[in-house]
């Protein structure tokens, strides 16, 4: 409203008093004249002594004295409560109560920086609110119209097949300054800048400048407009991302917050179909894989299929890998993340991959690029590690923040073994679910695990696991120590009783008296090779029969 003398989405006080209303009672300013262009926020009538404490700020205070007070004390403290309150100016009505203004209220409102004013006539105080309340109401009406324009501008920017940057660059020629688009954590995803009128900073170097740093993000520059962009990561009302509005060209008001929070949910929009779309893009490729595997895909077939989803390995080696959550562990994250998170890793360091999701299954399978001299190890360690840190990023985590990831790692080979290699895999990664914590396993290791697997609901195998180590785990279920973690540790060192004790931070003398009564339990001979085999077999299996 500037030059009628209006504030950004109200009124000022100088406004107010021009208004017929006001100006019908010959309003006289006796203080702070040079503070008339305070913004009012709404304007109240009353007499009572508690007046200031019924007040929230920015208020127009119309009164005829009744409640200011009789002594100059009570009428000093009176004002001085009204200006702790925060209003925006005191119009006292002369008439009964006062035929001039005493001096105590005068003095009292100038040392509180207060404007004061007085009516000489008589006017009616709801002509004079409903007046100034219309003023307000239509200045924020106007503020709505002009953030409700960018909302628009943005929403054809969109549809016409613009994005982010799109949407950016339109808040930022109407605030005519940078805008920035954040991750929650502060990192810088977009920057844009006002394409029209004098020509400012690079908005890079403005954000390097005035938010590169963690405490400038943590402390914003004054003036600044952060409005979130929501729907991020798991649970509601999470964010993800942040519209930074900073004040470099001139300063930011009400409408440019107005507009941010309008294209902040524009901006969402868009972010969600993105991630949509790669999500689909995703589980295109993760079904492409599943069809190698199970064969609807022939190998002959496969290179091309594989070259349009933008896999060209350039080698005759592929290794397959998969990767699983565990059951009922896996809350809800982006699997979308997860993919673009490993990929990046790996593209980083020159090795071509092909990452599909498969989220129902909780599976991510992936085909590599095995280039020669690269040794299958070095890239199953930078792969696994790669899995685990997409799994956390994408908030793929468990209980306690922990990623219940195992990452199988199959056999070596061409487009003929490749798709019974990430069926291995993924079978083995099924199987190994429970086998401990490792950066990987080898399929190739994980066979007796697996085929103990594939038996886990015959009736036979649980009635092999309860006659090979059943007395034992009766034992452990009443009685202490337990016994189980000592025999595991036994066989896992082959029989070597002294990698064993150290394994569980025994003696040799405490580890010898539990093998004793471990083979006392069992009615078996634990150095007899045909005793050993079948306890192993027992305590894998007993993984997939509990």
């Known amino acids: 409203m500037g030059a009628e003398g209006g504030t950004e989405g109200g009124i000022t006080v100088r406004r107010a008093l021009g208004l017929p209303g ?121 503020l709505l119209q002009r953030a409700e324009e960018v909302h628009r501008r943005c929403t054809q920017a969109v549809l016409g097949g613009g994005g982010v940057p799109q949407v950016l660059g339109i808040v930022a020629d109407f605030a005519a300054n940078p805008v920035f688009l954040e991750t929650p954590d502060g990192g810088l995803l977009f920057a844009a800048g006002p394409g029209t009128g004098p020509v400012g900073a690079d908005p890079l170097q403005v954000w390097e400048g005035l938010r590169g740093a963690r405490e400038a993000r943590e402390t914003p520059s004054a003036g600044a407009v952060l409005v979130d962009v929501p729907g991020g990561g798991p649970g509601t009302g999470a964010v993800r991302a942040r519209l930074v509005l900073l004040p470099v060209s001139g300063p930011l008001v009400a409408v440019h917050r107005m507009a941010a929070e309008r294209a902040a949910g524009i901006v969402a929009v868009v972010l969600m179909q993105a991630r949509q779309e790669e999500e689909v893009a995703a589980r295109g490729r993760g079904d492409f894989l599943t069809d190698l595997a199970e064969g609807r895909v022939a190998p002959g077939d496969a290179p091309a299929q594989a070259g349009v989803l933008g896999f060209r390995p350039g080698t005759d080696q592929l290794l397959p890998v998969v990767m699983r959550l565990s059951p009922g562990s896996a809350p809800s994250g982006s699997w979308a993340l997860l993919a673009r998170a490993v990929t990046e890793e790996l ?31 070095a890239l199953a360690d930078r792969v696994a590690a790669a899995l685990r840190a997409g799994a956390h990023r994408a908030g793929l985590e468990g209980a306690g923040g922990r990623t219940p990831v195992v990452v199988v790692v199959g056999a070596p080979g061409g487009w003929a073994a490749a798709g019974a290699g990430l069926r291995h895999a993924a079978e083995a990664a099924t199987a190994a679910q429970g086998l401990g914590e490792r950066p990987w396993f080898d399929a190739r290791s994980l066979d007796i695990d697996l085929l103990l697997w594939r038996l886990r609901d015959h009736p036979d195998l649980a009635s092999f696991v309860d006659r090979a180590i059943g007395p034992l785990r009766e034992h452990d279920r009443t009685s202490r120590p337990e016994l189980l973690p000592t025999l595991e540790a036994y066989l896992a060192h082959a029989g070597r009783k002294a990698e064993a004790a150290r394994d569980l931070h025994l003696n040799r003398q405490t580890l010898y008296n539990r093998l004793a009564r471990i083979g006392e339990l069992l009615g078996t001979d634990l150095d007899d090779p045909q005793s050993v085999l079948a306890l192993s077999l027992a305590l894998r299996a007993r993984r997939h029969t509990a």
Do not use: M
């Open 22 to 142: 006001l100006r019908a009672g010959l309003p006289e300013v006796l203080t702070c004249e040079d503070r008339l262009d305070r913004a009012v926020r709404w304007v109240h009538a009353g007499e009572a002594p508690n007046l200031p404490a019924l007040l929230k700020g920015g208020e127009l205070l119309l009164t005829t004295g009744l409640g200011i007070g009789s002594r100059p004390a009570e009428q000093r403290a009176f004002v001085r409560r009204l200006a702790d309150s925060g209003i925006a100016a005191l119009v006292v009505e002369l008439g009964p109560r006062f035929s001039r203004l005493p001096a105590a209220i005068v003095e009292a409102a100038r040392t509180a920086g207060l404007p004061l004013v007085q009516l000489h006539r008589e006017v009616p105080f709801v002509a004079v609110t409903e007046a100034i309340h219309t003023e307000i109401v239509n200045g924020h009406y106007a």
């Open 347 to 377: 593209a980083a360091v020159g090795v071509p991959v092909l990452v599909g999701v498969r989220p129902v299954e909780g599976r991510v399978p992936l085909l590599l690029a095995l280039r020669p001299g690269t040794a299958r190890p």
